[in-house]
């Protein structure tokens, strides 16, 4: 039976051992706390670490551990040791990815030695992930840790279903390029079918990476990847609703909300719960507490910011620092404004249990949630979600992005100390019904999507993604596929050959003029011209002058400039269509204007025709200019009878009449063919492909949207069938 395979640095189920008796419970943290009733309901396994180094305690309790895990809680152990933990967790993910995707570039050191590590584990994790897959598995990646690990497993399951999900932001392309190793990270995560983002500026980010360092394009978030279509989508992660909207009935949590009400009963109440990290700008949240109470006086001895920070990575100097500075402001605020009968903060730097906490979210009247950055935050929705009488409000930082989904919040910028003051003071004057409205909108919000809805709908979008894949591979040149071409082939009596040169033929370069045959195409060439009944052609936009240069001592057939010009072997360039090249003086005046404000693009001009080449420009300039040309370009060519075709990074603009369709057409006429092949790579080939009878074979470069029956990878696959239907014919 198929299952779902959670993979995460760590399990749901967190591990403890003292003496020699192993202790299990639940994991703390959004991911292991919102998956966790998701896995519990499904057919699924979860890969992770179990927060036990395997150097400590001896390899029985380990065994044991593992067999637990196993048996118990539907958990696959991966082995993790101390050193592991500080290169890999500590190292690399903690003081290279965490600072960097938050934007803390200075905090950021590039050790390659952290690398090393990172890579390693990531093997490991995958190893550990392929012991238990099977092909119709899903496999649902989680985080920063694991980036490598989606490619690591399509790389041995190919047919495998494969999500990832990043729940910390993604940085813009000017942050991410920092990153020593930044391409092996987005081809890592391109293993997945699917990728998730809680909000659409981190995918947004990830797609301009992956275009600008990688060089693959993407068409409503769809990218084509080796011979892949890769989905990158956007899911805000949803809390388990149902559990913190009940938690006030419970009797544990009843008896300490009627002790907080005790305990404030004379003050507002605002809280701030976070866990000790310099990406959630508490330092700046108690300097925008200290100018509230500065701005508006009347609220000294009536407001009590209740702030919990929750420990965390003690051991790094950075969060040392970090909790000395949060800990003299609250001091330094404390001692100014505070009397014998009022003490402005109530500082815990310890967790709170989950009734404890709800029981908090109940009685506060705010909630202060100001990050410096955030991939969602789920205190913001978990205090809505507690509130049953939807009471309350929030101000809430517009770089979390929970922000994209609580619009009702009072939404600020987190480094505005004046600006959170003030919604500070609004949040705490927000009149009741103006309460019920905002948090009725948001609980609905909230109910509906939550952390059940969300994963199963990352679920389902990755079944249809991966639907969608099959259904692409079902028309790759498989080996029954290759078979039957190479059999048809060797059967007839008289073949035709139509092939395109770039892209197909020849890969792409920089510069069209550096993608020249070699010694190896020459050959294959010749050779199949030498068959009998085989008539080899290429037909291609290049002009007849570079046709010419590279082919002319073979015995082939070539076409130039998509079907301008012919030169059957043996003979001289003849015209194929009567065409006139006058309308070309209008044009390049402004290809020339794009070239100027376009660095690295250029103009090739061919007889009948003229092309704007754009592959070694910057890809969101080149986007823009390209759509700027195509504009101008329409207005110009209405009334010429010039049609304006994309290829790839390239835009040409040739006479209406002149396609690479009518002369695959005309050579088709020539005789009753037993076979008929054409293989081509982009939309210039299609009229080729269409043009054909249906008996024809034709196959695209590459996976796209195609006419073509089927397709291959790259120009190394042409050659190779090209290589086979050779042999197939002695």
Known sequence: MAKIILVSNRLST???????????MPSLGGLATGLSSFHSRENSLWVGWSGVPSDHHTPEIHNEISRR???????????????????FYLGFCNNIIWPLFHYFVTYVGYENELWNSY?????????AVLEVAEPDDTIWVHDYQLMLVPQLIKDELPDVKIGFFLHIPFP????????????????????????????????????????????NEHHMARITH?????????????????????????????????????????????LSVDRLDYTKGIPQRLRAFKRFLEAYPEYRAKVVLVMIVAPSRVDVPQY??????????????????????????????????????????NRAD?????????????????????????????????????????GEAFVVNSSNIDEIADSLKKAIELPEDEQNRRNRRMHKRLKRYDIHYWAEDFVHKLELVADQHQGTLARKLSKDHRTNVIHAFSQAENALLLLDYDGTLVSFTDRPEQAVPDEALYTTLRRLSELPGVEPVIISGRGKEFLEEHFGALPINLVAGHGVWLRERGNEWALIEAVSNAWKEQIIPMLELHVDRTPGSSVEEKEFSLAWHYRRCEPELAAVRLSELKDSLLDLTSNLDLSIIEGHKVLEIKNSNINKGRAAGMWN????????????????????????????????????????????????????LLGELLDASG
């Open 14 to 24: 967190s591990v403890q051992v003292e003496g020699e008796t192993p202790h299990f």
């Open 69 to 87: 895990l196993k048996d118990e809680h539907k958990s696959v152990a991966v082995s993790l040791s101390s050193e592991d933990i500080d290169k």
């Open 119 to 127: 890579r390693e584990i990531n093997e490991r994790f995958a190893r």
């Open 172 to 215: 813009s392309f000017e942050i991410f390029r920092l990153l020593p190793w930044r391409e092996r990270l987005l081809e890592g995560t391109l293993g997945a079918d699917l990728i998730g983002f809680h909000t659409y500026d981190y995918a947004r980010h990830y797609l301009s990476s992956v275009r600008r360092l990688l060089g």
């Open 226 to 270: 080796e011979d892949r279509i890769v989905q990158v989508d956007v899911f805000p992660m949803g809390i388990d609703y149902t559990k913190y909207h009940d938690s006030s009935l419970k009797p544990e949590v009843i008896q300490e909300i009627e002790d907080a009400n005790a305990r404030f009963a004379e003050v507002k109440v605002v």
């Open 320 to 361: 040392r620092e970090l909790k000395r500075e949060i800990e003299e402001l609250v001091s330094t605020i404390n001692g100014s404004f505070g009397t014998i009968t009022w003490t402005p903060i109530q500082y815990f730097y310890r967790s709170f249990g989950f009734d404890s906490l709800c029981a908090l979210y």
């Open 366 to 406: 705010a909630l202060l949630v100001t990050p410096l950055r955030d991939g969602m935050n789920l205190i913001a929705k978990e205090f809505v979600a507690a509130k049953r009488d939807y009471s309350g409000a929030i101000v809430l930082s517009e770089t979390a992005g929970a922000a994209r989904e609580l």
């Open 669 to 720: 006429s020539r005789k009753s063919w037993d076979f008929v092949a054409a293989i081509g790579d982009d939309h210039t080939d299609e009229d080729m492909f269409t043009v054909l009878p249906s008996t024809a074979y034709t196959v695209r470069v590459g996976a796209n949207v195609t006419a073509a029956d089927y397709f291959v990878d790259n120009p190394r696959e042409v050659r190779k």
